[in-house]
């Protein structure tokens, strides 16, 4: 695959002006599979916009998808499983479980696919919580893991980060010795864009009594840069009280095909398996997932990407003397200085969709990153948005 050339840490328009955000940016029209695949390689494609008629005009930067869609091995693998999408999914389904299992060096039966990872959280609440059971949790974080838990019946325990935004591991320890349950812990987490070193993680397991389960939530694994970060995943291998969950919808760009999977002790997924819905899986997303997971440019190209756009973001935003939650992820918090509901509602009119407000952040926007031609427009925005603020029609 061919090499993203480097790109400049200043602007966005230099970003562009140098040629490579541009070419990379081009859309390609109207051409058919084989020449989009071969204008992938030459940098030149993005994805079409089939988006709804609300949303066709919008910068989409709410939701921490990946910009650039899936990766050149997966689209190619999509088109050939056309040919097998009468059948049902057990066969690929089946595929996945066991190459994912060896990428990572488990048992096939330490292993669950899922529709999306978010089925993960869902059957960890069915197997693990019930009424008088309850869940710690950081606060703020992302709301599925309390949503699926509350549906379950048990109570949903929050604590909140710390003054640096990260999670309070003691305070969750302590919190998670009053009752067995379920802890959950997203590493990086969603919204903050903050991470728990793996050290860090690893005394909070020896805190937390052995029969609670923890999730640790790695939907964000693949962005960080701080040599402190590592994945939970030995823990598991080692026996510990840990699901760790991983989905294909972000580093993978694969957040429409709905694919994740969870990685846990084998009685544990035995616990969990049962409360799938039974054929979740489709053959698109497992084909796209298994050439995916083969194609590590493609991963390491996004990654460098990513961090580029996160660096111009973070310089223009300390030029403009806006203080931002360091991110460690796909998207970023910026603190606005006003209520964060109408500030939403203000980017919209300037045709960006930002975040959804957070309970505890009632003063951050939280932004994805996007390509640089998108980030363009959503500092146009925001520079017209903030002067409204300061005019306090906001
Ligand atoms: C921390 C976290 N976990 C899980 C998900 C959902 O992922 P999926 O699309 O795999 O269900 C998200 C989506 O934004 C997320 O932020």
């Known amino acids: ?145 309390g949503y699926y838990a509350r549906l379950a019946g048990a109570e949903v325990v929050e604590v909140p980060v710390g003054p640096d935004y990260r999670s309070d591991l003691a305070a969750l320890a302590r919190t998670a010795r009053e009752r067995p349950g379920l802890v959950y812990l997203c590493n990086p987490n969603n919204p903050t864009g903050t991470l728990v070193s793996a050290a860090a993680v690893r005394e909070f397991l020896t805190g937390v009594p052995a029969e609670s389960v923890v999730l640790v939530d790695e939907a964000y694994y693949h962005y960080p840069d701080d040599p402190g970060y590592g994945t939970l995943l030995e823990a598991v291998r080692a026996g510990r009280n840990v699901v760790v969950a991983r989905t294909f919808s972000k580093i993978y760009g694969m957040a429409g095909l709905r694919l994740g999977y969870g990685i846990a002790r084998k009685d544990w997924i035995e616990k969990m398996r049962p409360h799938q819905v039974i054929e979740s899986w489709n053959v698109m997303a497992c084909a796209a997932a298994l050439a995916s997971l083969e194609d590590t440019d493609y991963v390491n190209r996004n990654r460098r990407l990513n961090q580029e756009v996160r660096d111009a973001l973070a310089a223009a935003m300390k030029k403009r003397g806006r203080e931002v939650i360091p991110s460690q992820t796909n998207f970023v918090c910026i603190h606005v200085g006003a209520p964060v509901r109408p500030v939403i509602q203000a980017f919209r009119e300037q045709g960006v969709s930002v975040g959804r407000p957070f309970a505890g952040l009632e003063e951050h926007i939280r932004v994805s990153l996007g390509t640089p031609e998108e980030m363009e427009k959503f500092l146009a925005g925001f520079d017209r948005v903030m002067a409204s603020a300061a005019a306090r029609r906001i």
């Open 1 to 145: 695959m061919a090499t993203a050339p480097q790109l400049s840490r200043r602007t966005f328009a230099q970003l562009l002006g140098m040629g490579a955000g541009a070419a990379l940016l081009a859309p390609v029209q109207g051409r058919g599979g084989e020449e989009r695949l071969a204008a992938w390689a030459r940098g030149e494609w993005r994805p079409a916009k089939l988006l709804p008629k609300e949303s066709a005009n919008l910068v989409l930067l709410n939701s921490n998808e990946n910009p650039y869609g899936p990766s050149p091995a997966a689209l190619e693998a999509m088109v050939e499983a056309h040919s097998v999408s009468m059948r049902y999914p057990d066969y690929w389904a089946d595929q996945l479980q066991e190459r994912l299992a060896a990428f990572h060096g488990v048992d096939p039966e330490m292993a669950v696919v899922t529709c999306g990872s978010t089925e993960v959280l869902k059957l960890a609440a069915m197997a693990f919580l019930a009424p008088g059971r309850r869940l710690v949790v950081p606060r703020p974080t992302f709301e599925a893991m």
